[in-house]
């Protein structure tokens, strides 16, 4: 079955500092990807997706994640945080069936030092 | 932002009571989902829809049973409450024919039995 796996439950960064959160998924065939950001009391938005072709996808909010097939991994990157990117970051994996289930991972939650 | 609204967003209930609460979207989208979020566990899909009156159970539908009479409207009910269901629910549409595993998601219902 499915599966994802997000190491980190927290990460801290200071602000200006670069920023690389794990996923790992665990899929027979090509996945498709997903990582969505949770601010405090909010629902769920999407960064980035990745479905085929380029392996470094670019998101919304300077965010960046690359595919590794032989690793299993979908990282997310930034090169420079700010105090607003403080959140739960959630990895996904669709389940590959036709009625678009997605599994989530655990998710990471973010903390930025000023 | 998608058009997704859920109603209530905060409710307090006893135990024993019956709970309904309601997903509603103005995007058409065929698919919807009830998910509910614990610490440690991310998001665990608790049913689906994937049309009118077509549903079907996800990880963690025991206590829940959902209707769909409309497109527009997806209802999560909780036949009895109990304290294990104090949680977060949110709801998310996804459209399959337009883009794979896309869900949106609405801001969330956070409920507490006593």
């Known amino acids: 079955a499915q599966s994802v796996t997000q190491p980190d439950i927290h990460i801290t960064v200071s602000e200006g500092a670069s920023l690389e959160l794990r996923c790992n998924y665990s899929?027979?065939?090509?996945?498709?990807l997903f990582w969505y950001v949770q601010s405090p009391g909010q629902g769920l938005q999407l960064l980035l997706k990745y479905f085929s072709g380029d392996t470094l996808v670019q998101g919304i909010k300077g965010f960046e994640a690359e595919f590794k097939r032989s690793q299993s991994s979908f990282n997310l990157r930034k090169p420079s945080v700010h105090w607003s990117d403080a959140a739960e970051y959630f990895c996904a994996v669709g389940d590959g069936n036709r009625d678009d289930k997605i599994i989530f991972g655990k998710g990471t939650r973010l903390h930025i030092l000023p | 932002d998608a058009g997704i609204t859920q109603s209530p967003r905060h409710k307090v209930t006893e135990t024993g009571t019956p709970v309904t609460l309601r997903c509603h979207q103005t995007e058409n989208h065929r698919y919807m989902y009830w998910y509910r979020q614990d610490p440690g566990h991310g998001l665990r899909l608790i049913h689906y829809s994937y049309g009118v009156k077509d549903t079907d159970k996800g990880e963690v539908s025991d206590g829940y049973s959902v209707s769909r009479s409309k497109t527009e409207d997806f209802l999560l009910t909780l036949e009895s409450a109990t304290s294990s269901q104090t949680s977060v629910y949110f709801c998310a549409i996804s459209e399959p024919d337009r883009e794979f595993y896309e869900q949106y998601f609405g801001p969330g219902t956070r409920l507490t039995v006593t």
């Open positions: 899929y027979g065939a090509t996945p498709y």
